[in-house]
């Protein structure tokens, strides 16, 4: 059956949003740095929240928000995946979950494996639990990226606590197969260490390629993982707190409950209704259409880098609307974003935040109407040919 894909939203529209994305710059700047997407949001969603406004629904976070019972379902029916509810508890955001987590599995001054480049706020996250970050670059191939198995057993031959993983990856949006992922948990079970797996971008992986949650790749994973995810990437929710945290297991539950109570108050009322109406199979036709979007658009981004940046080098990622691009060969430097910025009046995300392995790189967000990203990047070819 076909899927219409889902419209942006017209850029007029846009500009009267108040987030990061749209007042950061002036409105001379084409914004595709931060991770916010240009559509309406889900109805079930839109009704939700509209309802609570009417009511003055604006309170405390309740003791049972459904979020349990709502993450549950749609693992079920999007993955297959069959989660103990008892082992699912919730929180601010993703970043708070994996702190929280952290802080309950090394001890200070401890080495946590992270494998850049990845998501900036990994290194911070690591600092904020007390750890000292123990870096494992992915290793790039022709055919895409993948966790370097052998660099990470010897980190943790090496002493390394815990592994902070990102599944999908961003900003590479790698989808780690499950038997990478079954291998790494052996790894981490051989050393008694601990796996938490950032899962955010989960609900956003394309059919070529099926996400697998790290939990569910072995019996293993179970054993020494916990994951940390959230409606909030695929349905535009930053800015509404709630993420989930699930343990792998019994002993990992017993840990989630230790933490201390105001980790779960941390839970906005909105971001807990908001993911809900997410996770339920009312958003599951809006989420169809979004992907169809995405999935045109990350080829449609292939397409314009050849005519317009034909020396870059880009893989369309396997999951999420973050796309990694190696613009060094036209000689902007370590850090690119800031020529494009200044010259093309197009925001990208900085490379070399991502750690030393992005220098020369960009990301750019093509969650976006098609004729935005077409020119943007057309900006960037300008610049390029002048």
């Known amino acids: 059956m076909s899927v219409t894909p889902l419209r942006a939203l017209p850029i007029d529209e846009l500009r009267q949003r108040t987030s990061t994305k749209w007042r950061k710059y002036g409105e001379d700047v084409l914004p595709f740095f931060v991770a916010e997407t240009d559509y309406a949001l889900a109805p079930a969603i839109t009704e939700v929240l509209t309802r609570a406004v009417q009511l003055g629904d604006t309170g405390y976070t309740p003791p049972e928000p459904g979020v349990r019972e709502a993450f549950v379902g749609f693992a079920a029916r999007r993955w297959g995946w069959s989660v103990d509810p008892s082992h699912v508890f919730w929180t601010g955001d993703v970043m708070m979950g994996v702190v929280e987590i952290l802080r309950r599995v090394i001890e200070p ?24 970050v123990e870096r494992v670059p992915l290793v790039a191939g022709v055919d895409g990226w993948e966790i370097d198995l052998l660099g990470v057993e010897a980190a943790l031959a090496g002493g390394a606590r815990a592994v902070l993983l990102c599944n999908p990856h961003n900003p590479t949006g790698t989808v780690h197969t499950r038997e990478t992922l079954a291998a790494l948990a052996d790894i981490a079970e051989g050393f008694a260490a601990t796996v938490v797996s950032d899962e955010i971008h989960g609900p956003l992986t394309y059919a070529q390629k099926p996400f697998t949650p790290f939990l569910s790749a072995s019996d293993s994973a179970g054993r020494v993982g916990y994951a940390v995810t959230s409606a909030s990437k695929t349905f535009n929710l930053a800015g509404l707190k709630c993420a989930v945290m699930v ?19 941390r839970t906005g009322l909105f971001g807990a209704l ?34 317009h940046l034909p020396d870059a080098r880009y893989l369309p990622p396997d999951a999420g609307f973050l796309a990694w691009v190696d613009l060094s060969a036209y000689g902007w430097g370590e850090n690119p974003a800031v020529k494009v910025l200044r010259d093309a009046k197009v925001a990208l995300h900085h490379g070399p935040l991502f750690g030393s392995e992005g220098k020369g790189y960009v990301r750019i967000n093509f969650g976006c109407d098609p004729d935005l990203l077409r020119e943007a990047v057309e900006r960037v070819g300008a610049l390029a040919r002048s």
């Open 247 to 265: 343990a792998g297991g019994d002993p990992q539950a017993k840990e989630l409950r230790a933490l201390p109570w105001e980790v779960e108050w």
């Open 274 to 307: 908001s993911n809900v109406a997410a996770y339920s199979a009312d958003s599951d036709e809006w989420l169809a259409s979004l992907l169809a979007a995405l999935d045109a658009n990350r080829m449609l981004l292939a397409d314009l880098l050849a005519e």
């Open 109 to 132: 001054g401890d080495r946590v494996v992270v494998m850049p480049p990845v998501y900036p706020p990994f290194y911070d996250t690591v600092e904020e639990a007390g750890g000292v």
